[in-house]
T-cell receptor, first 111, second 110 residues
Framework: DGGITQSPKYLFRKEGQNVTLSCEQNLNHDAMYWYRQDPGQGLRLIYYSQIVNDFQKGDIAEGYSVSREKKESFPLTVTSAQKNPTAFYLC??????????FGQGTRLTVV | GQQLNQSPQSMFIQEGEDVSMNCTSSSIFNTWLWYKQDPGEGPVLLIALYKAGELTSNGRLTAQFGITRKDSFLNISASIPSDVGIYFCAGHPFSDKLIFGTGTRLQVFP
């Protein structure tokens, strides 16, 4: 079955640690996106990539980093520079300017 | 960053009532998408629209791509308790990244 998979579903981070969230898709989609969602809020764009080896900052990129070495994969690293990382993180992919499909999300908590 | 203006922000309705929500943009869009998000889950696509004036239904849901290409609406008829959730509009301005609306939170009371 084609789809987009995020892992892990739950992640706990200690203060000062970097953590990496995984996003993999087998839909052959060119574009991939990372969003952050805080409780009761909408989706805020962190980074997006429209092609392999290229990515652009979204609205809240500070404290995050990404890579796009393969078409299928778009991992997000939450660095220690992100002062308030506790949130729900969503990855999406799309082919051109068509419908986007989302993963199930990763809930990150700082402990 | 650019966001779509989605309204209303929240709705509290009784089971059986019809619901209407809309999104507007200052730019022209070539795609309008409507999603529903349940708590703790990723958004799920409800309806995709690709042509100005297009009216598409999916069960009790109906959505339209505005003629001006700057707006879209979603109607839900005869609401039921499982309609509860957050509804997002989204779209692609021409040759640009996907943009999301601020969301409409729907609560349905029996």
């Amino acid at each position: 079955d084609g789809g987009i998979t995020q892992s892990p579903k739950y992640l706990f981070r200690k203060e000062g640690q970097n953590v990496t969230l995984s996003c993999e898709q087998n839909l052959n989609h060119d574009a991939m996106y990372w969003y952050r969602q805080d409780p009761g809020q909408g989706l805020r764009l962190i980074y997006y990539s429209q092609i392999v080896n290229d990515f652009q900052k979204g609205d809240i990129a500070e404290g995050y980093s990404v890579s796009r070495e393969k078409k299928e994969s778009f991992p997000l690293t939450v660095t220690s520079a992100q002062k308030n990382p506790t949130a729900f993180y969503l990855c999406a992919s799309t082919m051109g300017f068509t419908e986007a499909f989302f993963g199930q999300g990763t809930r990150l908590t700082v402990v | 960053g650019q966001q779509l203006n989605q309204s209303p922000q929240s709705m509290f309705i009784q089971e059986g009532e019809d619901v209407s929500m809309n999104c507007t943009s200052s730019s022209i869009f070539n795609t309008w998408l409507w999603y529903k998000q349940d708590p703790g889950e990723g958004p799920v696509l409800l309806i995709a629209l690709y042509k100005a004036g297009e009216l598409t239904s999916n069960g009790r849901l109906t959505a339209q791509f505005g003629i001006t290409r700057k707006d879209s609406f979603l109607n839900i008829s005869a609401s039921i308790p499982s309609d509860v959730g957050i509804y997002f509009c989204a779209g692609h301005p021409f040759s640009d990244k996907l943009i999301f609306g601020t969301g409409t939170r729907l609560q349905v009371f029996p």
